[in-house]
């Protein structure tokens, strides 16, 4: 992950702060003011991956930005909650009395977050079983590019492309927990950490291995029953903003890193496909009245407005590279139903066409779908080893409490 410099000036001044002793009254005053950077950071960001507005004049500058929802538009976004997440977990953690978090507030709203990234453990492994099977789909696109360019286009290699283009196109109409099962080269037992002996059933067979400091995942499959859009939902349930008299300050960012959570796992799954998504939330309980609510509200909007026309078309996910697949391969599916040896020239001129661009858009699956995954592999781990991290302090404090008198 790349580190701004903004962030890294950011955790380094909360570390050789919390390191220095000072009074109460300054203690309190730096960290109202690290609050509010933190979420002028987190607005900033987020605001980075809205799409900006053309150019005024055909003079300006174009500015390089990633389409929206496109593979490496997801892979900005994922690289915004690892930001986050690093200047969260510094805001928090470091250098904190542990006390502060068995009193109120914190002791309702900690087990909360801790909650939310266990759910949000299980849409990771989702995803990344959803984009095995995009990659199954390039794969498929493929076969039909390579056939099609092959000179002259006769009978056979037509047949193989046609044929190639309809596994795909079917895979595709599937439903949600259809698609889930069908594709036999995508269905595999996933484990980001490493293979454990013992069952495992769901994200919360997440163990620490003290002995050496690292963290072990046990293996799982999604269970049958598991839907992607009730996971979301849960997720969100309890996503309440912090009262203006909360005692504490770290209730604000508490909540921000929640709804970080809620809104980056609600993107992830309406653009790849995840095992039943029918239902799924279009609308997110955001702050509007926070300066970084207002950039999360905007792209949940253009989303949800996405997603409202993916349920109406049937299409299988909002994945920019994706929804582009499937159109060219209907237009690929049409020319081959008609196609007869010799082809007229200006038909084969048009077909080259379409097969230049899904050539390019398996290009560019190619080169993203596998840092894509490997991103995600991150977010795992990064939320694993956090949650670690406060369960650590969750029990300081119970050594801390006096032992109750029979």
């Given at each position: 992950?790349?580190?701004?410099?903004?962030?890294?000036?950011?955790?380094?001044?909360?570390?050789?702060?919390?390191?220095?002793?000072?009074?109460?009254?300054?203690?309190?005053?730096?960290?109202?003011?690290?609050?509010?950077?933190?979420?002028?950071?987190?607005?900033?960001?987020?605001?980075?991956?809205?799409?900006?507005?053309?150019?005024?004049?055909?003079?300006?500058?174009?500015?390089?930005?990633s389409p929206l929802f496109s593979i490496s538009w997801f892979r900005k976004l994922l690289d915004v909650f690892l930001c986050c997440e690093?200047?969260?977990?510094?805001?928090?953690?470091?250098?904190?009395?542990?006390?502060?978090?068995?009193?109120?507030p914190l002791d309702r709203l900690v087990p909360d977050i801790l909650e939310r990234s266990i759910k949000s453990l299980d849409i990771c492994?989702?995803?990344?079983?959803?984009?095995?099977?995009?990659?199954?789909?390039?794969?498929?696109?493929?076969?039909?590019?390579?056939?099609?360019?092959?000179?002259?286009?006769?009978?056979?290699q037509v047949r193989r492309a046609k044929k190639a283009l309809n596994t795909l196109l079917t895979s595709m109409m599937l439903d949600d927990?259809?698609?889930?099962?069908?594709?036999?080269?995508?269905?595999?037992?996933?484990?980001?950490?490493?293979?454990?002996?013992?069952?495992?059933?769901?994200?919360?067979?997440?163990?620490?291995?003290?002995?050496?400091?690292?963290?072990?995942?046990?293996?799982?499959?999604?269970?049958?029953?598991?839907?992607?859009?009730?996971?979301?939902?849960?997720?969100?349930?309890?996503?309440?903003?912090?009262?203006?008299?909360?005692?504490?300050?770290?209730?604000?960012?508490?909540?921000?890193?929640?709804?970080?959570?809620?809104?980056?796992?609600?993107?992830?799954?309406?653009?790849?496909?995840?095992?039943?998504?029918?239902?799924?939330?279009?609308?997110?309980?955001?702050?509007?009245?926070?300066?970084?609510?207002?950039?999360?509200?905007?792209?949940?909007?253009?989303?949800?407005?996405?997603?409202?026309?993916?349920?109406?078309?049937?299409?299988?996910?909002?994945?920019?590279?994706?929804?582009?697949?499937?159109?060219?391969?209907?237009?690929?599916?049409?020319?081959?139903?008609?196609?007869?040896?010799?082809?007229?020239?200006?038909?084969?001129?048009?077909?080259?066409?379409?097969?230049?661009?899904?050539?390019?858009?398996?290009?560019?699956?190619?080169?993203?779908?596998?840092?894509?995954?490997?991103?995600?592999?991150?977010?795992?781990?990064?939320?694993?080893?956090?949650?670690?991290?406060?369960?650590?302090?969750?029990?300081?404090?119970?050594?801390?409490?006096?032992?109750?008198?029979?």
């Open positions: 992950m790349p580190m701004t410099d903004n962030q890294g000036s950011f955790l380094n001044r909360i570390s050789i702060r919390r390191n220095q002793v000072s009074n109460m009254e300054n203690n309190h005053e730096q960290d109202i003011e690290d609050l509010e950077l933190f979420q002028k950071h987190v607005a900033d960001r987020f605001s980075d991956l809205l799409p900006n507005d053309p150019p005024s004049t055909t003079d300006s500058p174009a500015i390089d930005q690093a200047e969260f977990k510094a805001l928090v953690l470091i250098g904190r009395d542990p006390v502060q978090f068995s009193k109120p492994n989702a995803v990344t079983h959803g984009l095995e099977l995009v990659h199954h789909w390039q794969k498929l696109a493929q076969i039909a590019v390579t056939a099609f360019e092959q000179k002259p286009m006769g009978d056979g927990k259809e698609n889930n099962y069908h594709a036999k080269a995508a269905e595999r037992t996933w484990s980001f950490g490493r293979r454990s002996g013992g069952g495992g059933g769901g994200a919360g067979n997440i163990n620490k291995d003290r002995t050496n400091g690292t963290f072990r995942s046990m293996s799982w499959s999604v269970a049958k029953s598991w839907s992607a859009s009730k996971q979301i939902q849960a997720m969100a349930s309890n996503l309440v903003a912090p009262r203006g008299g909360e005692p504490t300050g770290l209730a604000v960012p508490i909540y921000a890193m929640g709804t970080i959570f809620v809104f980056v796992m609600w993107a992830l799954v309406a653009a790849i496909p995840c095992q039943e998504r029918t239902g799924l939330l279009t609308h997110l309980p955001l702050p509007r009245n926070l300066n970084w609510g207002q950039a999360l509200i905007a792209l949940q909007d253009k989303i949800a407005e996405e997603w409202k026309k993916k349920e109406k078309k049937g299409t299988t996910g909002l994945l920019d590279e994706m929804q582009k697949m499937e159109k060219v391969a209907q237009n690929l599916v049409d020319f081959a139903e008609n196609f007869q040896f010799p082809a007229e020239e200006e038909k084969l001129e048009e077909v080259a066409e379409q097969v230049a661009e899904m050539a390019e858009i398996c290009r560019k699956m190619e080169e993203g779908l596998t840092p894509l995954q490997q991103q995600i592999r991150e977010v795992f781990h990064r939320i694993v080893r956090s949650r670690a991290e406060v369960l650590d302090v969750l029990d300081q404090i119970g050594k801390m409490s006096p032992p109750v008198p029979y």
